[in-house]
């Protein structure tokens, strides 16, 4: 069955160049819209037509079931500028079967990956002078699907609403590429066993503010989870995986929680693991307790550790802070392992490096 094309419905208020040049000189993370959306409704048990419309406001009912009991899961990926001039997004199938796990563990109906692909690249061929040349910049697309259902009895809504909308961005840590200081959490934790831990629904990301914020009360940039099980293994840090540099007779081990169920599967985590391959390092998916972390660092075998994720790519993790200890790894400064995975995986996504994996899927 062919999916059908989006409608295009363009914006008459839409930014001149000079309006949008100016706005995309600082874009930061997630401030920014472009001057469209897609949206593409799900009623009678299938989907109707997709539309890109001018960027603005949804009307919701009241008592729509998102509001109440949070049927709600998004993805995030980006289109980068070529050399050439041409525009490319990183690995956005993966993200379109992510979307769909997520919405099956939410009761949401999938949306077929050729949609998802089509709705994306008629939202940035529309957008594209939306698209940041620099590098380290790209053009961030928020895909995401509410239940609409105005009702407000427990059960999965019959009606759902995909949007994406798309967002120009650089750093995602106002610091840039500076090494952040994480807060193990001994309070809270992200996700249990049988939980939505692998699942990108919002829940997961509200049930994480407080945790959040108290790391931030105690000096610290960013939270790392515990299993919600022994509280002793590492799982992700915020919305964020974890990866771990080793140095075992000189050369690099690239260690990262392994997924158990209850951890993000992260795209840049298992593009990390591959590009990791490339460079000729060798990698494990592990299970690392808070000890180990901390005894590994003290004895020297662990020399860097670092954080990825599609919005900041890849986040040195300079200070450790947890109940009575703290440390520091590689003299809380960033790391040549870290920096050279992150040049590679930054070199494939720009076009400046092969793309021998064919992770980039050309739009326009
Ligand atoms: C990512 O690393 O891309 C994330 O999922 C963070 C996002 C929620 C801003």
């Known amino acids: 069955m062919s999916t059908p094309d989006i409608l295009i419905q363009p914006s008459t208020t839409a930014l001149s160049a000079a309006e949008r040049e100016k706005l995309m000189a600082s874009p930061g993370f997630g401030k920014l819209f472009t001057d469209h959306m897609v949206t593409i409704a799900y009623k009678d048990g299938a989907w109707q037509q997709g539309q890109v419309k001018p960027y603005g406001p949804l009307t919701l009912a009241p008592s729509a079931s998102v509001l109440h009991y949070g049927q709600a899961i998004f993805e995030g990926f980006k289109a980068f500028m070529q050399p050439d001039g041409s525009i490319g997004t990183f690995r956005p199938e993966a993200n379109a079967e992510r979307f769909n796990r997520s919405a099956a563990r939410l009761a949401m109906p999938a949306l077929p990956v050729e949609l998802f692909m089509k709705a994306a690249d008629a939202l940035i061929n529309i957008d594209k002078g939306w698209v940041p040349k620099n590098v380290g910049e790209s053009l961030y697309l928020r895909p995401f699907m509410i239940a609409t259902d105005a009702f407000l009895g427990v059960r999965p809504s019959k009606e759902y609403l995909f949007v994406m909308i798309a967002s120009p961005a650089g750093a995602y840590f106002p610091q840039g590429v500076k090494p952040v200081t994480v807060w193990i959490s001994e309070d809270y934790v992200r996700a249990a066993p049988g939980g939505t831990g692998e699942a990108k629904c919002a829940g997961n990301y509200a049930a994480s503010l407080l945790a959040q914020a108290q790391a931030q009360d105690e000096g610290c940039d ?21 990866f771990f540099v080793y140095n075992e007779n000189g050369k690099p081990v690239i260690v990262t929680p392994e997924l158990t ?4 599967p992260g795209v840049t985590r298992r593009s990390l693991l591959q590009v990791a391959k490339d460079l000729g390092y060798e990698s494990r998916e592990v ?38 200890y703290n440390f520091t790894i590689n003299n809380g400064e960033n790391g040549p392992v870290t920096m050279a995975l992150r040049d590679a995986l930054l070199g494939i996504q720009h076009g ?13």
């Open 222 to 242: 960013q939270v790392v989870w515990l299993d919600a099980v022994q509280r002793s293994y590492i799982e992700e840090m915020g919305g964020m995986n974890l």
């Open 261 to 264: 169920g209850t951890l993000l």
């Open 287 to 324: 299970k690392l307790t808070a000890q180990q972390w901390r005894d590994d660092v003290a004895s020297g075998r662990m020399t860097e550790v670092f954080a990825c994720g599609t919005a900041a790519v890849i986040t040195p993790v300079g200070h450790v802070k947890a109940k009575g």
């Open 352 to 364: 400046t490096k092969p793309d021998t994996h064919g992770w980039m899927h050309k739009v326009c």
